[in-house]
């Protein structure tokens, strides 16, 4: 199984834990629905994103390469089921925020 957060970390424990890292939890509905893989003992995901489009003024769709989820950025819990990833473009480049793993792997 991937690496993510410490084993004793779970439940009702998990905001604490994220509060300590100086990360909120993300709601769902800011989050974008993902695929999922693990290669090797690493999450791996691809998504649709919004990207601002400068000529038209608009964001428009975007899909992402499968990218490899941070061991840090795995959530302990999905109460959605379906895996879910938040991501942000610091300096223009896609990076994943935070990633809730997937109930049917």
């Known amino acids: 199984m991937p ?3 410490p084993r004793n970390v779970n439940g009702s424990s998990h905001r604490r834990y994220r509060a300590a890292r100086a990360r909120a939890l993300p709601a769902a509905a800011d ?3 993902a695929e999922e893989e693990i290669r090797g003992d690493h999450y791996w995901v691809r998504f ?3 990207r601002w ?3 038209t003024k608009m964001y428009d769709d975007a ?3 499968w990218m490899e989820v941070p061991d ?3 959530l302990p819990t999905n109460h959605n089921g379906a895996p879910i990833v938040w ?3 610091p300096g223009g480049q ?3 925020r935070c990633y809730a793993r997937g109930s049917g792997i």
């Open 94 to 96: 896609l990076k994943i």
């Open 53 to 55: 489009n400068s000529a």
């Open 31 to 33: 989050g974008a629905t």
């Open 87 to 89: 991501w942000w473009m």
């Open 48 to 50: 649709t994103y919004k």
């Open 3 to 5: 690496k993510s957060i």
């Open 72 to 74: 840090e950025a795995i």
């Open 63 to 65: 899909d992402a390469d």
